[in-house]
Nanobody
Framework: QVQLVESGGGLVQAGGSLRLSCAASGLAFSSYCMGWFRQAPGKEREFVTAITQRGRGTYYADSVKGRFTISRDNAKNTVYLQMNSLKPEDTAVYYC?????????????WGQGTQVTVSS
């Protein structure tokens, strides 16, 4: 079955950077769009960013544009999220997801999440 394993979360000061990774197995990775979502305490899960199968298309939530960058390495079955200029409001559990499209409802498999905490 599909397994998505996130890593790289942690505690960082505001203005700092983190790089999340998501290692995928059990799927033809290069055939799937990949995305990152996040869920803060007491809030619904929200879309952060997505990338198309070959990485030619990337999409971002307005709240992270210019600060976050999604990328993928199809040879390593891995997707990355580089997060710069982090803000306290970026604090959340970040989830990796795979799907056949980049719409929020297109993602069907999810990782277990990794906690990102940004201190002010």
């Amino acid at each position: 079955q599909v397994q998505l394993v996130e890593s790289g979360g942690g505690l960082v000061q505001a203005g700092g950077s983190l790089r999340l990774s998501c290692a995928a197995s059990g799927l033809a990775f290069s055939s799937y769009c990949m995305g990152w979502f996040r869920q803060a305490p007491g809030k619904e899960r929200e879309f952060v960013t997505a990338i198309t199968q070959r990485g030619r298309g990337t999409y971002y939530a307005d709240s992270v544009k210019g600060r976050f960058t999604i990328s993928r390495d199809n040879a390593k079955n891995t997707v990355y999220l580089q997060m710069n200029s982090l803000k306290p409001e970026d604090t959340a559990v970040y989830y990796c997801a795979s799907g056949l499209g980049v719409g929020a409802s297109d993602f069907s498999s999810w990782g277990q999440g990794t906690q990102v905490t940004v201190s002010s």
